[in-house]
């Protein structure tokens, strides 16, 4: 399935749950509030989702005068790849890892931490932005961060229906059929799960297409497989403090160092990456 199929999936599924949960809550009135608010989240998650994701880790951005070595690797890399320059973003915390959003090539956005900067070499770093660039040029990011939103969304929704439910819903006497307090809760309890679901669906996979495609871009595998070491034992000792709903736009999981995290993981094992690189051997 195209990613053009899975946006349009994903924001038709995001209507689903919205007028589905509205009619759980407030019965027909809240199915055309559900409505009414998932237009609107989907047409925020298709123009400003990469903002409101940077603007969620206090990404600020940076110039070639502020930064001129990860200005000089991306340059070099976009021209290779043959897309237009990112927008360069620097998250100001600690622990290492890194990100691309945007809703194509012209549009896009690469953001690393402070910390990756520190602990990353020349090499190992060209190898993170290549793999991010390379989520650029495969249409990764609109899916993606569509995701992160939708996952978010519905998470946010899931929490209503919990209050709801907790405190009676409406009257079922209601003229307008208000919510049964199960079916609340049953969706409470559901929406989480179609919330990871959804990270799931659209992440794994492109994860190791990435890794392949950001190797060839660099023209080596070696740097790219020790960053990967080196971030995923640092996300282990510090995880990132980041949102659940925006875990598969990172290149490293950054909640990896929560073991109930690691069951619903939305990257493939940090080692099986490794090992596919150096077997790549690029360099």
Do not use: C
């Amino acid at each position: 399935m195209s990613n053009v199929l899975k946006t349009g999936l994903l924001l038709g599924v995001l209507t689903a749950l919205f007028v589905l949960g509205g009619r759980a809550i407030a019965g027909e009135q809240g199915m055309i509030i559900g409505f009414v608010m998932a237009a609107l989240m989907n047409f925020v998650s298709y123009w400003f989702s990469d903002k409101i994701v940077l603007a969620m880790y206090g990404a600020q951005p940076v110039d070639e005068a502020q930064a001129p070595g990860l200005h000089a690797i991306v340059r070099r890399l976009a021209t290779r790849a043959q897309i237009p320059m990112p927008r360069v973003y620097i998250i100001p915390t600690d622990t290492p890892n890194a990100f691309a959003t945007g809703r194509n090539p012209q549009h896009a956005a690469v953001a690393v931490t402070e910390g990756i900067r520190r602990v990353l070499d020349d090499d190992e770093l060209e190898g993170v932005l290549a793999h991010e660039l390379s989520h650029v040029t495969n249409r990764d990011v609109l899916i993606s961060t569509i995701a992160a939103t939708l996952a978010g969304a519905i998470t946010y929704l899931a929490h209503m229906a919990q209050w709801a439910a907790i405190f009676g819903g409406r009257s079922r006497d209601d003229e307008e059929g208000g919510g049964n307090p199960l079916v609340m809760m049953l969706f409470a309890v559901l929406a989480p799960i179609a919330a990871m679901l959804v990270q799931l669906a659209v992440s794994r996979s492109r994860e190791f297409q990435a890794d392949a495609s950001g190797a060839r871009l660099a023209g080596r595998s070696y740097g790219l497989a020790k960053a990967l070491e080196k971030i995923e034992v640092a996300s282990r000792l510090e995880p990132l403090p980041a949102n659940p709903a925006t875990a598969h736009l990172f290149i490293v999981n950054p909640l990896s160092g929560q073991s109930f995290a690691r069951l619903f993981s939305t990257h493939p094992p940090t080692e099986e990456r490794i090992a596919r690189l150096r077997a790549m051997r690029l360099g």
